[in-house]
Every structure is written in structure tokens, then in C-alpha cells.
């Protein structure tokens, strides 16, 4: 029987194809996506291994860890190399979860699963588009650059399903409109003594061209965001971390953290701040659009 030892070492020249491939997609998204950003030690086992703003986790475990997005297509080499600079064997990965079924965020999840046999467990609202590839988005199923390699799901999750490894567990909350199945994780970290409540939103924003009035592919699209900020403003939250980097302020919270500044992300004040102000802003573009019908 192969170990995964030996899975890893020969899923490397597919994940090298895959990466040279996917690069050719790098002029056409945003440069902060693919820079690389320092990985670093959030609070407890919880670390940073994303770009400067799309963001990826990993939470480690004596058992192996778990990853948190596997980003762009072109991503996992970035992944694996932010993951082996803190120590860590990329191919320790046991379980892959994603915030939400757009590009930016699982579109590395093949390669990611081919090399690590890690098991990928995703939203039930989100797994067609999973599967799929991204065809099967209510949004983007027909614009080729959304796209991405369809990839297996091995566990569906619901609201409030938990996903544990080794002590650690992670709450899988529904948080839908971004995508049907978007997905905020909930956790506890031990840091310096004490017990922090982590939230890492999926994403409450309204992307241009969603329509929140007489959608035919998503009709509950706008009651779906109603229960999405209800949801938000109801966890407990210390350590504020999200999909994006942009959502949490990272370079500024990063440059406080290597200047000796005690745990930046710890920022209830600005969860509050943010989810306030995108409510406001989805619920403006409702409005506009309403009376755009009228």
C-alpha cells in the first residue's frame, strides 16, 4: 500500500502542472490575491497561510491539521509554501473547508485534495457548485473566468454541524446571499492563559450585479442576507478574521503584531464596525433596487 509519503511526493509534478497552468489567470485577478503575505501565528494553533488578501487558515493538531480555503487555482503553491515555513508538513492536511463556493476561495481545492488526501467537507448549499466547478452558481455559472477544476465533496455540512480534529472543533454557521451555502466558522483558541471566540466571516457583501429583487435563480436571495447579518450580530466574537484580508484590516494588524503589539486581531469593536456598515450597505442596495421596480 502507498503511504502519503509517497502520494505527496508523485502528486507534486500534477501540482506543479496545475500551478503553471493556473498562473496564465494571474493578470486577470486583483495582485493583492496572489502576493504573498508572511505566514504568522494568529493565537493558539490558529495561523495565517493566505496572500495579502485572500485568506487562508490553518489550525494544527498533534493528529494533523485543517485548512481554511484553498484559494485561487494558481494558490497552493503559495499555500503549501506559507505552511512549510512555519514547520508545518503540507501533506499533515487532514481536512479542507472553504468559506464559500466562489473561485477566489475553493478554486485550488482539487490540487489541494490530490496532494494531501485531506477530506473536503462543504455547506450542502454550496456543494453543486463544488462539484461542479462553478457551473451550477447562481451568479457566475456562465462566465468561463469564474470556473474552476470541479472537486469531490466528502462531507455535507449543515447549520451548526461541527468538524473536529484532535480536540480542536470548528462550528460551521450559514451565512447565505454571497453564495447559497457561505459558510462562517466559529472556533475557541487558547492564547497567553486565556479563551478567545474566533469568527472568520464568509462574506456578507452584495457583489455588483447581484439582483436582490425577482432573482429567478435565487429568489430568497435578500432573506438569506437578512438571516446572514442576524447570525453575525448574534456570536460571541474576540478575534475578528474573514475571507479577506481587506475585511479584518490585516496589513495593519500584522504590522502591530512583529512591532510586539499583544494580539491585534483581537477586535470585537471592529467585527461590530464592519458587519454594521455592510448591512448598511446591503440594505441601501435593496432599497435601490425596489424602487428601481416601482
Known sequence: MKTRAHKFFCSSVAFAAVFILASTLRAQVNPDWTE??????????????????????????????????????????????SVEKLG???????????SHAHWDHDGGSAAIKALTGATYMVMDGDVSVVESGGKTDFQYGNTPASLYPPT??????????????????LVAR??????KGCTTWT?????AGKIYDVVIIGSPNVNEGYK????????????????????????????????????FDLPTKYAR??????????????????????????????????AGLQ
Open 152 to 169: 469531490r465533496v466528502d462531507r455535507v455540512l449543515h447549520d451548526g454541524d461541527e468538524v473536529k480534529l484532535a480536540g480542536v472543533t
Open 36 to 81: 504573498p503575505f508572511p505566514p504568522f501565528r494568529i493565537a493558539g494553533n490558529l495561523y495565517y497561510v493566505g496572500s495579502k488578501d485572500l485568506a487562508s487558515y490553518l489550525i494544527t493538531t498533534p493528529q494533523g491539521h485543517i485548512l481554511i480555503n484553498s484559494d485561487l487555482e494558481a494558490s497552493p503553491p503559495l499555500i503549501r509554501a
Open 174 to 179: 450559514l451565512t447565505p446571499g454571497h453564495t
Open 88 to 98: 508545518f508538513k503540507f501533506s499533515d492536511i487532514r481536512i479542507l473547508l472553504i
Open 212 to 247: 436582490l429583487v425577482r432573482n429567478e435563480s435565487y429568489p430568497e436571495i435578500a432573506s438569506d442576507y437578512e438571516r446572514t447579518f442576524r447570525v453575525l450580530k448574534s456570536l460571541p466574537v474576540d478575534i475578528f478574521l474573514g475571507a479577506h484580508g481587506s475585511y
Open 257 to 290: 503584531l512583529i512591532e510586539g503589539g499583544v494580539t491585534p486581531f483581537i477586535d470585537p469593536a471592529g467585527y461590530k464596525s464592519y458587519i454594521t456598515d455592510r448591512e448598511e450597505a446591503f440594505r441601501k442596495e435593496l432599497a435601490k433596487q425596489k
Open 187 to 191: 472556533m475557541k483558541v487558547a492564547e
